[in-house]
């Protein structure tokens, strides 16, 4: 049976006070709309067509480029005149009949089993809404149901502002998600009116239609809050961060992760960890993050697109900002604290990488260790190498990125600059303070340095009186 979803982006979201498009602000790194059409990823459905009015050319732009292989098309609604208008427009597009999943941009947290479970009760043929018991139901639409209210038939959606006394004290309420059997969804669209307090065509009076067709009207439960919060400003944005954040960490402590501490993790992407590994506070972990067995993060780190490998430990404030390749760590490295590896680091194990060392575009093989503020950049660098204190790779000639070869068991004194393009041999030696230009043969020492002189007697310059 033929699935179709409608995801509702046009509102404005003026209390986000924002200049950007409300559903393009993100939670755990992703846009909120981001979140909704990757759970729809996995639903099967034929069109997943999203309404957009506000910031609509960004809104498209940002998420077609999201998600490239998704069968996403986008519906626009000029003015918005409710959510009932804004399914009014994708119904052209909706199939013939089947089913109709309706989901909000702005709830970004609902899940793929709840979204399932509401399609499965739909079934094409009952209306079923999503509905949750709110302790504080204030502003949602209430279910109004037949005889005492409770367990009885879903006989209506009042909206708050147009509820009676009486009615604002239901606390089961409409979440804004529902699923419709398309062929009447097209029908009672075509008979909605906006005589109500907004003057708005809500899209919840198909539930009082529904009713009088003797369609059944059913309600799943959502099964946590959590997946039917809404943003609507900063406040609600960063509550939910919070509470999507402890979610996150509670499943990685459930599967032994030990967090220093819950409530200062932020994990904004995937992070695939191995057994007895500790995360100090105030980590922010980015993209996809795999940390081997044993791994130890300390505090304050911020880790992107990176493969960590077992029993290393990346001491405090260290910076790994790996692109879509990812950074490479291997085992029993000591990376930090203070240290910086960017996109095209690939080390090996036993690496040491120590404070304000930076590595970029680089390779250093098993052993190998830069520990206190150097620079390699577009460098291969073999086992063993010991790279001095303050020593860098020039690799950039102003127009060109250079390599720099540096063989096994090679010692580079401090402050020396290799000047790329440049090969030093194995086992070779490079004196403190020298700037080479030229190959470094194998076992060589070299010295490219100014000849040190010392003048017996010399007389410092007096002040004069
Ligand atoms: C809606 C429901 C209410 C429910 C609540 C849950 C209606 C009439 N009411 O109310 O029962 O409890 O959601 O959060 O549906 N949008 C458009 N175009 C429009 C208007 C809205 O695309 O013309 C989008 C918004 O961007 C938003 C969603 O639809 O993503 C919901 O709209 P909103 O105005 O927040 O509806 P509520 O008044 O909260
Ligand atoms: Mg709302």
């Known amino acids: 049976m033929s699935l179709d979803i409608v995801i509702m982006a046009a509102g404005k979201g003026t209390r986000m006070k924002s200049r950007h498009p409300k559903v393009l602000h993100k939670l755990a790194g992703r846009a909120l709309l981001s979140h909704v059409v990757q759970t729809c990823a996995g639903l ?49 597009q909706l199939a013939d009949e089947g089913t109709t999943l309706i989901l909000n941009g702005d709830v970004p947290l609902i899940r793929a089993e709840t979204a399932q ?25 209430r279910i109004v149901r037949s005889g005492d209210g409770h367990g009885g038939h879903v006989v209506g959606i009042v909206e708050h502002k147009d509820a009676t006394p ?23 669209l075509a008979r909605l009116d906006n005589n109500n ?19 059944p009207v059913v309600a799943t439960h959502a099964a946590s809050e959590i997946e039917v919060l809404g943003v609507n400003s900063p406040l609600q944005l960063a509550d939910l961060e919070r509470r999507y954040q402890r979610h996150q960490a509670e499943t990685l402590m459930e599967q032994g992760v030990r967090l220093a ?50 029993g290393t430990v990346i001491q405090a404030f260290t910076h790994i900002e790996g692109d879509a390749a990812g950074v490479d760590v291997g085992a029993s490295a000591i990376i930090g604290p203070f240290a910086r590896l960017r996109p095209g680091a690939v080390l090996g194990n ?18 190998a260790k830069a520990n206190h503020l150097a620079y390699l950049g577009d460098a291969t660098v073999g086992e063993r190498v010991n790279y001095g204190a303050g020593s860098i790779t020039a690799n950039y000639d102003g127009a060109n990125k250079h390599r720099t070869v540096i063989g096994n068991d090679v010692h580079v004194g401090s ?51």
């Open 350 to 367: 036993e690496v040491h990488i120590g404070n304000f060392v930076e590595v970029k575009n680089s390779t250093l093989a098993h052993g």
């Open 415 to 465: 402050n020396c600059v290799l000047i790329a393009p440049i090969t030093v041999g194995d086992g070779a030696t490079i004196g403190g303070g020298s700037t080479v230009s030229k190959e470094v043969p194998a076992g060589h020492l070299c010295v490219a340095r100014a000849k040190q002189i010392s003048l017996a007697g010399w007389q410092r310059p007096q002040k004069k009186k």
């Open 261 to 310: 501490d819950p409530a200062r993790f932020d994990l904004r992407g995937e992070l695939l960890a191995g057994q007895d590994v500790e995360i100090d506070v105030n980590n922010v972990f980015e993209g996809r993050v795999e940390l081997g067995d044993n791994v130890r993060v300390g505090p304050n780190c911020v880790i992107k697109n990176a493969r960590i490998g077992s």
């Open 166 to 188: 009486a009615q604002r004290q239901i606390r089961e309420v409409y979440t804004g998600m529902m699923a419709a059997p398309t062929a009447l969804l097209r029908k009672w």
């Open 44 to 92: 099967g459905a034929e069109r997943i067509l999203v309404i957009t009015g506000h910031g609509a050319d960004r809104v498209e732009a940002a998420t077609q480029a999201s998600f490239p292989q998704l069968p996403l098309a986008f519906v626009r609604q000029e003015p918005q005149l409710g959510t009932g208008h804004a399914v009014q427009q994708a119904e052209p």
């Open 197 to 215: 307090a907004q003057g708005e065509y809500y899209l919840t009076d198909v539930v009082a239609m529904a009713k009088r067709d003797q369609v």
């Open 117 to 141: 479970a509401l399609i499965d009760a739909c079934g094409g043929k009952q209306l079923a809404l999503l509905t949750i018991e709110l302790h504080d139901p204030t502003g949602y639409g």
